[in-house]
């Protein structure tokens, strides 16, 4: 059981590239979310999906699009790199079943280190 | 804006101390969270406490929970060089039930000395 699976760990892109990030997890979570961290914000909700088929916006959804046409893999994608997109990007997947379902419990990949020049 | 603050937002201490680091939230929850952070690593979930609990403990963790001031406290005992991370208290926004949405506080980031 591998988890929540991110790449890459590292990548550095010029503005105006355009770039991937993968998320999949082995889990079987209908619920997966992308969250960007950066100093002094704590975590920050980009995009996040209920299920196969089914995508939303979160709380700084601008710049970036998803899509999971698998219940595995939830890319992120940006379409036109800005510097101000240079932060630490997780994926995480909901676990909703035992004493805490329903409850928002997160399992979390390692991260995506991105810096945009 | 973001649902929880923290305090402090850095916290420096000796093994086998306690550490005590709290978070304020601003509106109704029906739940809450408690999440650490190894340095270049992702979150890990510690502990949950509901709306209706006043206190829970797991292991060396105790985690308080005050509805009617919007606040929680997590205290680690005694403890230990390992316990060097990033504390985020985590709430789920209203209406988000069952969606997996978090809102995430600033975090604490607590050293421990050996």
């Known amino acids: 059981n591998a988890g929540v699976t991110q790449t890459p760990k590292f990548q550095v892109l010029k503005t105006g590239q355009s770039m991937t990030l993968q998320c999949a997890q082995d889990m079987n979570h209908e619920y997966m979310s992308w969250y960007r961290q950066d100093p002094g914000m704590g975590l920050r909700l980009i995009h996040y999906s209920v299920g196969a088929g089914i995508t939303d916006q979160g709380e700084v959804p601008n710049g970036y699009n998803v899509s999971r046409s698998t219940t595995e893999d939830f890319p992120l994608r940006l379409l036109s790199a800005a510097p101000s997109q240079t932060s630490v990007y997780f994926c995480a997947s909901r676990n909703g079943q035992g004493v805490n379902s329903g409850a928002n419990v997160l399992t979390f990949g390692a991260g995506s280190r991105l810096t945009v020049l | 804006s973001q649902q929880g603050e923290e305090d402090p937002q850095a916290l420096s201490i000796q093994e086998g101390e306690n550490a005590t680091m709290n978070c304020s939230y601003k509106?109704?929850?029906?739940?809450l969270q408690w999440y650490r952070q190894n340095s270049g690593r992702g979150l890990v979930h510690l502990i949950l406490?509901?709306?209706?609990?006043r206190e829970k403990h797991s292991g060396r963790l105790r985690v308080t929970l005050d509805t009617s001031k919007k606040s929680s406290s997590l205290l680690i005992t005694a403890s230990r060089a390992a316990d060097t991370a990033s504390y985020f208290c985590a709430t789920v926004p209203p209406g988000s039930s069952n969606t997996g949405k978090l809102i995430f506080g600033q975090g604490t980031t607590l050293q421990v000395k050996p």
């Open positions: 406490i509901r709306s209706n609990e």
């Open positions: 509106t109704s929850i029906n739940n």
